[in-house]
């Protein structure tokens, strides 16, 4: 599985993003689906993850009620609709596939991972 991340950018404080991520392979719709983030000097943090029956949905506590994660098995794509944007949201935002859908909270369980986009949230 190949991931591509896109939809990050520069947005005011309250503002909305949406980040997508395609993902090629044939097995897509077999996978759980997060995303996680990392700002600058900060390590790797876990935000949303998605089963791969899109029945159960994960999130941090920092962006429940703000994002929502979602799953379109027909276009490989999974999403990241962000509300409510503060400026402690700022980081790079990278998708990941897991096949085995256990926690979905853990960077470790995730087998494929994309390259990231930035989003730069300004106060």
């Known amino acids: 599985v190949q991931l591509q991340a896109s939809g990050g950018g520069l947005v005011q404080a309250g503002g909305s993003l949406r980040l997508s991520c395609a993902a090629s392979?044939?097995?897509?719709?077999?996978?759980?689906l997060g995303w996680f983030r990392q700002a600058p000097g900060k390590v790797r943090e876990f935000v949303a993850a998605i089963h791969w029956s899109g029945g159960s949905t994960y999130y941090t506590d920092s962006v429940k009620g703000r994002f929502t994660i979602s799953r379109d098995n027909a276009k490989n794509t999974v999403y990241l609709q962000m509300n409510s944007l503060k400026p402690e949201d700022t980081a790079v935002y990278y998708c990941?596939?897991?096949?085995?859908?256990?926690?979905?909270?853990?960077?470790?369980?995730?087998?494929?991972w994309g390259q990231g986009t930035l989003v730069t949230v300004s106060s």
């Open positions: 392979g044939r097995t897509f719709s077999r996978y759980g």
């Open positions: 990941a596939a897991d096949y085995t859908n256990l926690t979905l909270r853990d960077q470790y369980e995730y087998n494929y």
